[in-house]
């Protein structure tokens, strides 16, 4: 079986942003609110040294803050560097908060290891602008709030029969 073999058997079982994300999803969110597509964010994560910080630190953000300090997987929450990159890439994003740039070695690594978390960037990417369009919203439905049920946090309407977590970025059903 191969790469879209796999990415087409998997089906949205859950609520976590490693999920598959099929093309009809993506066309429409681009549509919609310009996301990339996850194809188009792995292209400019192997191209682009912005992008590349950019991506480590949205998911580094999106380590739980114990994660954080230990630089380690502690959370089976769906987003955050995998056991095996915690420790480095934890290192890197705090180097980069810090001094602002990685050394060439430093981003020839991160650039060969971000690009797998290429599904979880474009969650955030899609959460981010679920919760901007809500926010421009009138009052009204799309401003009810409800508890996200995979982290706890604030999950905003995005529509008549879901709504998108402004801290995890995982959808929830109503």
């Keep these: 079986m191969n790469a879209s073999q796999r990415g087409a058997a998997i089906q949205r079982e859950d609520t976590t942003m490693t999920t598959f994300i099929g093309k009809k ?3 429409e969110a681009a549509d919609a609110y310009g996301i990339p597509s996850v194809n188009d964010i792995r292209e400019n994560l192997a191209t682009s040294d912005e992008w590349c910080y950019r991506a480590l630190i949205a998911i580094f953000d999106h380590q739980t803050e114990e994660e954080q300090e230990q630089a380690t997987t502690k959370e089976d929450n769906g987003i955050g560097f995998t056991g095996a990159d915690a420790e480095l890439l ?9 001094r602002g740039w990685l050394s ?3 981003m020839a690594y991160l650039r060969k290891k971000i690009t797998k978390y290429a599904n979880q960037l474009w969650w955030v990417a899609y959460a981010k602008a679920i ?3 809500t926010e421009e919203m009138a009052d009204g439905v799309a401003d ?10 604030v999950a905003r309407n995005a529509g008549p029969d879901h709504a998108i977590c402004v801290d995890c970025g995982c959808e ?3």
Aim: net charge negative; hydrophobic share 30%.
């Design 25 to 27: 999803r993506q066309q």
């Design 90 to 98: 934890t290192s890197f994003a705090i180097q980069y908060i810090d």
């Design 144 to 153: 009810q709030a409800h508890e996200c049920d995979a982290c706890g946090g």
């Design 131 to 133: 919760a901007a369009a």
């Design 104 to 106: 060439d070695k430093q």
């Design 172 to 174: 929830n059903k109503l």
